[in-house]
């Protein structure tokens, strides 16, 4: 671990999330069908927003322990270049709700694949609980897509 503040990385999980939510806000206006589906997963990701935005300030104040090797900033950037192609797209109308779905379960399944959230640890009791429900919401997000796909 380095011993700076790796605050880019930080951002770029945060906005990550902020984005993820914007595409699923976009795809709810664009599949009003699926409108209650596309706004539980935006809300939820804004709670992730804030989430990772709680283990940030506890990484800078020494709280939350951060394994920066763990993150590579080039695949963080090309992640959120992705999504923000997509959300380019997405305001297009490119995609098709079923494009829609895949497309959100991909990038569901590449923060798990990729132990987006693994990079963080701490003593706390609290902090440990805001990190596992990090990784059991992504996993809830992929399982709920997926059944959105099979409907």
Request: hydrophobic share 40%.
């Amino acid at each position: 671990m380095s011993n700076s503040y790796p605050k880019e990385k930080l951002e770029l999980l945060i906005e990550q999330e902020i984005l993820l939510s914007r595409l699923y806000k976009i795809f709810s206006e664009e599949f009003p069908e699926d409108k209650d589906f596309w706004l539980a997963l935006s809300d939820d990701e804004i709670k992730h927003s804030k989430w990772l935005t709680q283990l940030a300030e506890a990484v800078k104040a020494g709280t939350v322990y951060f394994d920066d090797d763990k993150i590579n900033p080039v695949s963080l950037n090309t992640f959120v270049g992705h999504l923000k192609d997509k959300i380019r797209r997405a305001k297009e109308g490119a995609f098709t709700a079923g494009q829609a779905v895949v497309t959100a379960l991909d990038f569901e399944r590449s923060l798990i694949e990729k132990n987006a959230f693994a990079c963080f640890d701490s003593d706390s009791k609290h902090n440990k609980r805001i990190i596992l429900n990090l990784i059991d919401e992504t996993r809830n997000h992929i399982e709920r897509v997926e059944k959105q796909r099979n409907r």
